[in-house]
């Protein structure tokens, strides 16, 4: 009889994602809540909750200048000095970045529920 034997040092570490797109992930998320938010409040149904955001997406460009060009630059030099410097991702970067991820896909959800309150009729 022939057994199976499996090598469970291949399971060991969790896969790890570089650190690039990890950024990216949270940037498009960002880039996301920025067109959502714009979109409900154009509708005229909706406003932005907090004061100092409220204000900049007042100001279209203004908005997608905050929203999407600075932390894209950010991402940038973020990740240049990352790789310029051989960093290597610890439990701290790792921890920022996943808090990031499921705090703006929290806001992501919520716009998703506003648009089918807002297209359903209800």
Known sequence: MSEIVL???????????????????????????????????????????????????DYPLVGFFVKCVLPLALSIIIWLFYKIFKMEQNKFTNFV??????????VILTHVINFIFLYSGI
Do not use: H
């Not at 570089?18 to 406003?47: E, H, S």
């Not at 970045?97 to 929290?106: A, D, E, F, K, P």
């Open 97 to 106: 970045i996943y808090t990031g991820v499921i705090l703006y896909s929290c």
């Open 7 to 57: 090598n469970f040092k291949e399971y060991e570490t969790p896969r790890q994602y570089p650190f690039g797109a990890k950024l990216m992930f949270l940037y498009f998320l960002n880039v996301g809540d920025w067109f959502c938010t714009q979109v409900l409040i154009d509708t005229g149904y909706f406003y932005e909750a907090n004061p100092l955001m409220s204000w900049i997406m």
